[in-house]
């Protein structure tokens, strides 16, 4: 049975010019979840304190709609008995994933750069020849992510994640530098990444580098998972 970890931030503090809290982006986590357990996957949640808040924004009926909103409000679904035994990442270290993927929300931004047992889960899932992953926000878990070797896991890869384009849609810039956080595409520049920009910040968007599978949004989160199968795969035969 294929192993995934889905890692989340644990970032939940107000964060928004209405107050509202920034943390895990339901729809990235919720709908790979989905996409998993229709394989059959064995799915863990992990944060790198084991605690986790969901965006408020993206609890928004724009945002989550239909079956993933069924899920979400029924407190009985599998998904949400699942997130409600996440692990701390410590506890993880020394299991063996075969997929290793970072769900974003602007959370992620602020706790992925410094995650560092969550980090050495990555390294070793991508050095044990599996695959890693990442939507929106999630591609700040590559800030300050060496391999054994020292060397950054994206560097000389191609890598997307969410648009500067799309944090200025959302008047956001200002609250990200004042924090001196890194945007998605700074990370690429500074671990020596080619970051590929959409032709649109909210188009559905993924960029695949062999077992390196990265997506640029909400709207990316279900192609990104699928393409993740395909690595697997590839990674199988």
Not at 142 to 147: A, D, P, Q, S, V
Not at 175 to 199: F, M, S
Not at 206 to 221: E, F, R, Y
């Given at each position: 049975?294929?192993?995934a ?12 010019d ?6 895990l ?9 989905l996409?998993?357990a ?7 949640f ?7 808040g969901?965006?408020e ?15 979400y ?5 599998a ?6 035994q996440i ?11 075969d ?15 410094k995650?560092?047992d ?8 991508w ?7 990442a ?8 800030e ?8 950054p896991l ?24 004042k924090?001196?956080l890194?945007t998605?595409p700074?990370?690429?520049k500074?671990?020596?990444a080619?970051y ?12 695949s ?8 949004n ?8 699928r ?10 035969n």
């Amino acid at each position: 049975m294929v192993k995934a970890l889905i890692a989340i931030t644990s970032y939940n503090e107000p964060f928004y010019d209405d107050g509202a809290k920034t943390g895990l982006f339901v729809s990235e986590a919720l709908e790979p979840f989905l996409e998993f357990a229709q394989k059959g996957y064995d799915i863990t949640f992990a944060s790198e304190t084991g605690t986790f808040g969901y965006d408020e924004h993206s609890l928004s009926k724009d945002f989550l709609q239909g079956k993933a909103r069924e899920v979400y409000e029924d407190k009985d679904s599998a998904y949400n008995k699942t997130i409600a035994q996440i692990k701390k990442a410590s506890d993880l270290v020394d299991t063996k994933f075969d997929v290793f993927f970072a769900a974003g929300g602007h959370g992620a931004i602020f706790d992925f750069p410094k995650a560092t047992d969550l980090h050495k889960i990555a390294a070793k899932t991508w050095e044990n020849g599996n695959v890693v992953s990442a939507v929106c926000h999630g591609p700040a878990i590559f800030e300050n992510l060496n391999l054994s070797n020292g060397e950054p896991l994206i560097k000389g890869r191609k890598i997307t994640g969410f648009t500067d384009i799309g944090e200025e849609q959302l008047g956001v810039q200002d609250i990200i530098k004042k924090d001196n956080l890194l945007t998605v595409p700074q990370v690429a520049k500074k671990e020596g990444a080619e970051y590929v920009e959409p032709k649109g910040p909210w188009d559905n968007f993924t960029v695949s580098d062999g077992k390196l599978i990265t997506g640029v949004n909400p709207q990316s989160a279900v192609e990104t998972a699928r393409k993740i199968f395909v690595a697997v795969e590839s990674v199988n035969n």
